[in-house]
């Protein structure tokens, strides 16, 4: 079974960037997706730079997947997409490329792409919209993280071929994006006068219920979950059902992490005992409630 890196969901400095992609370099994942999903006021590394940091860990061995924003909201934007996708579009000397929204999937689809990733974002819950993907060019779909376990899988046997599908894994859901943006507004500023005021909060900013219990998190213009998806202790199950797993990078221990779970999938842990570990180095408690058609802040255990 593969392991994903997931896009880097945060604003953090440019050589904080750099040095953990060295790290992960040499850390025992098989994909690595690069570049700003959330929101394109994000400047610590252009696409050149993406580009470049992606030759290095090809290089190390890893299969990389430029990432598309999930909210395009300029022209800007646009012109970033259809560079993202002309350097695939031009061979296979580029990279693959996920698609977040439905206008990256009809530039792929038009520039005769044939090997996109149908991302989170694109909310693929039944096997016609999926087929649709397929039709399309996709040949790896990120299945949206709110998706039961059980839903999953009737997907999956509707299909008339198997599809390469990824599991986000763990880490904070990414719930939600907005026009607005919330870490600008906790400052009391406007989101084109933000000061960039997120560069730097490594993992978000913990939001709280007045009694002290976690809610979610302010990520720019996108809300996460407080709580840390973690489907460690769910392993055996989630391994019938895809074939990659996706963890999401976090201020620290994201390494560690990985190995977690490549020393799970290889035997060498139990899940349980993987579960009690990671526990050390989680930002806030687990959760993996979506997963078992539940609340997702809940963390079910199957008596």
Not at 59 to 80: F, H, N, P, R, Y
Request: glycine residues 8%; aromatic residues 8%; proline residues 5%.
């Amino acid at each position: 079974m593969k392991l994903a890196l997931g896009p880097l969901l945060y604003y953090w400095p440019h050589q904080s960037v750099l040095d953990f992609y060295a790290d992960m370099a040499e850390a025992p994942v098989d994909s690595v997706y690069l570049g700003e999903t959330v929101c394109s006021r994000r400047h610590e590394l252009r696409l050149e730079d993406w580009l470049e940091v992606g030759k290095v860990l090809a290089d190390a061995g890893k299969e990389v997947v430029m990432s598309t924003q999930g909210l395009i909201e300029s022209e800007s934007d646009l012109k970033v997409l259809r560079r993202i996708v002309r350097q695939r579009a031009g061979g296979d000397a580029g990279f693959r490329v996920e698609a977040n929204d439905m206008g990256a999937v009809r530039l792929l689809a038009e520039a005769g792409v044939k090997d996109w990733v149908a991302g989170p974002t694109l909310n693929v819950f039944n096997p016609s919209t999926l087929q649709l993907m397929i039709d399309a060019g996709a040949t790896r779909w990120a299945v949206a993280p709110e998706m039961a376990g059980a839903a999953l899988a009737e997907v999956r046997a509707a299909l008339p071929a198997p599809l390469e599908t990824e599991v986000f894994a763990y880490g904070r859901l990414p719930l939600a994006h907005s026009a607005r943006c919330f870490t600008a507004r906790h400052f009391n500023l406007q989101k084109d006068t933000c000061e960039f005021r997120c560069l730097s909060i490594m993992d978000g900013i913990a939001l709280r219920t007045r009694e002290g219990a976690p809610f979610l998190t302010l990520n720019g213009v996108q809300t996460q979950s407080a709580r840390v998806h973690n489907l460690l202790g769910d392993l055996p199950a989630v391994r019938g059902q895809a074939e990659v797993l996706r963890i999401s990078p976090q201020g620290a221990h994201t390494r560690q992490i990985v190995e977690l779970f490549r020393a799970t999938l290889d035997g060498s842990r139990s899940p349980a005992d993987a579960l009690a570990a990671s526990r050390e180095w989680m930002v806030e408690e687990p959760c993996n409630g979506f997963w078992h058609g539940r609340a997702g802040v809940e963390q079910y255990v199957a008596a």
